[in-house]
Structure formats: structure tokens, C-alpha cells
């Protein structure tokens, strides 16, 4: 039988080490990798993209909200992804959830819980919070935005983060080791994707489905 792969991305390594413990109790052949950032998980998985689960927080330097969600379902779109964050409130639930994210654990669940959770969506199942209603009325706003920003490929997605945090095209160019008129076109992609006329309100765009503040 073939191990079961699950890399957990969080910068909180005792609480990297907590999930690792239940999993390894609770997970049959459970083979458990960590990464501190997203920038270390991407490094990591472009060597062996080979894993059948990633749990994810939604608060680590240098991503900020779903950004990282939405980067690694368009890069890695055959790996489940699970939500595991502080922040449980129901609306940043749905837009999780309509990023495609295979679950969504609240940190503040037992160990049991977590184990349950991992477990069903290793099953093929999505997994909400206990509790969690889906919203009677639908924010077709933001419905429409993440639909029109998962259409967006892997390098369009790393842009549009890299928009988001006030970089120039030149700065990004230098970042992500391509040319200025690549970024451009990348920026004028991103645009007429997500059907708005300038940086800003794509930026804007982005942040309205983003669930966590820069703030929190």
C-alpha cells in the first residue's frame, strides 16, 4: 500500500508539528511533509508534486486571504486543497469553498475533528465546519470575481499577488526572472480576465474575495 502524502503550509511550526502529530495518530500511511511559507511549498512541489493532500493557512508572510489557495488550485489542480486557519467566519468559508478548496478546518477544532476531516477529503469528500450553513443569499458579486480569477493561470495568479502587495511591473519582472514587456502582458491578461480597466481595480477585484484583511 502506498503512502498517503500530505504537506501542511503554515509558518507556525509548533503548530506545524500539532497537525503532524494527529494526522500521523489518526491518518493511516500518512506521510507528512511541512513547508513554512507558500514560496517553500512551491520550491518543494515543483521537485515532487506527488501528494494527495495540502492544508493550508490563510495568514503567512507574503500571502495574505485566499491569494495562496487560488495559486496552488492553478498550479496544482489534481492535490486537494483544505483551508486550516483561525478564521472561521461563514462567508470566508463559501468563498473558499468556491475557489475550490476541498474542506475548510477551523484551528481551533479537536484533534479528532481534524482527523475526521482529513480523512473524508482523502475520501473525496468536502468538508465544512460543523455548523456551517451555506448562505441563504448568494454574493453573486463574489461568486462571479472568483470564478473569473480561477481562470487565471499559475504565473498570472503570482502577478496579481504580487499587484496586490504594491509592486511595480519592473520589480516584478526582476522577482519572477522574465522581462517587463512579459509582466505587461501578463497585467493586460489579468485585466481583460477579470473584465476591469486598470491595476487598481484589479487589485480591488482581488481583495474582494480575499476573506482576510490585511488588517487581521
Partial sequence: MSATRILIVDDHPLFREALKGAIAGGVKGAEIAQAGSLDAARTLLDKNDNFDLILLD?????VQGLSGLIYLRAQYPNIPVVIVTAAD????????????????????????????AVNA???????????????????KEGEDIA??????TAQQIRVLMMLKEGLLNKQIAYELNVSEATIKAHVSAILQKLNVSSRTQAVIAAGRIDGVSSAD
Avoid at 58 to 62: D, N, Y
Fill in 89 to 116: 467566519d461563514g462567508g470566508l468559508v463559501q468563498k473558499a469553498l468556491n475557489l475550490n478548496a476541498a474542506g475548510f478546518i477551523p484551528k481551533t477544532s479537536g484533534i479528532e475533528t481534524i482527523v475526521t
Fill in 58 to 62: 490563510l495568514r503567512m508572510p507574503g
Fill in 121 to 139: 477529503v482523502l475520501n473525496g469528500e468536502i468538508w465544512a465546519p460543523e455548523g456551517y450553513d451555506r448562505p441563504q443569499v448568494a454574493d
Fill in 147 to 152: 470564478r473569473r480569477i480561477a481562470t487565471l
